[in-house]
């Protein structure tokens, strides 16, 4: 059963933040001073799963430094291609535009497209969207837009958590091939 108070069978599509969502909002420095960023495995599991499913991921983040976009960026689109993910919009400045982007290159209503986002920047979106959800840990003017806060934090199985009860709303979670089979 899900805790979602919404009709999850409704949900085609899933479009996720990075830093605070599917990483932890704490970022460890290397000694050169160039940020580390994690991801949850379970997260993973559960997004390139819904790839499989047929259900559309997107990837809207909106880092832009340089060190960023060498060390963080590469890595981080050849993690989210490595799960099957093929719209990735990285270096987005005005999050809302890649959002209709992808929203339209599949001729998707607002109505279902699940957003989960932490900060400001992703307040746009969510006001558009049909689903808004944030993790546990968002700012105070997102979980005040949010129709679902996660029990988890950014980088801590939030996205798990709402891939999950979509997949499950769909009754395609734990069918045989989900485990290979």
Known sequence: MSTINYDLSRIKALAFDVDGVLSSTTVPLHPSGEPMRTVNIKDGYAIQLAVKKGIRIAIITGGRTEAVRIRFWQPCRIRFAGLGVTDLYMGSAVKIHDYRAFRDK????????????????????????????????????????????????????????????VLKAHGIWLTDDAFGW
């Open 106 to 165: 599949y001729g998707l209503a607002d109505d279902e497209i699940l957003y989960m986002g932490d900060d400001v920047p992703d307040i746009e979106v969510m006001r558009e969207c049909g689903l808004p959800c944030c993790p546990k840990d968002a700012v105070p003017e997102v979980k005040a837009v949010a129709k679902y806060i996660s029990y988890a934090e950014g980088g801590h199985g939030c996205g798990r958590d709402v891939v999950e009860q």
